[in-house]
């Protein structure tokens, strides 16, 4: 674990650098010191960039392997294939004859009965009981 800086002993590493540099190469030596710090920052960076592209190559090469899996495979042919078969399944139901021993006969449904002519008065004349009155 990193150990914590306090402002007191802060104060107490500039009163030695003061007294061991001196105060005139003080400025100096900061100087370097800040530069010295803006590089391992850099370096930093820059190793954790490389360390973020590695990972995106690592993925790029993933997803490349499975588009190469789903070309080889032909995905578009095995749904194609599964359609076909489930419209199959869907359909053998609706081909298949009814029994001919329906005693509707061979369409299963009772069929809608027809009037005689005479049922139904014609659409230009008006109904027996308004032609009473």
């Not at 499975?66 to 495979?73: F, I, M, N, T």
């Not at 009814?98 to 006969?105: L, R, S, V």
């Amino acid at each position: 674990m990193i150990p914590q800086i306090g402002f007191t002993e802060l104060l107490l590493v500039g009163a030695l650098a003061l007294i061991i540099v001196g105060p005139k190469d003080l400025p100096l030596m900061m100087r370097k010191v800040g530069k010295l710090w803006g590089q391992a920052r850099g370096l930093a960076r820059e190793f954790q960039s490389s360390f973020e592209e590695l990972g995106r190559q690592a993925e790029i090469e993933e997803l490349r392997k499975e588009v190469e899996a789903l070309k080889r495979g032909d995905p578009v042919k095995d749904i194609q294939k599964d359609l076909d078969e489930t419209g199959d399944a869907v359909m053998a139901p609706l081909n298949r004859k009814p029994p001919a021993d329906d005693a509707h006969g061979a369409g299963g449904a009772p069929e809608p009965e027809t009037k005689a002519e005479g049922d139904t008065p014609d659409a230009g004349e008006p109904p027996e009981d308004a032609k009473s009155s």
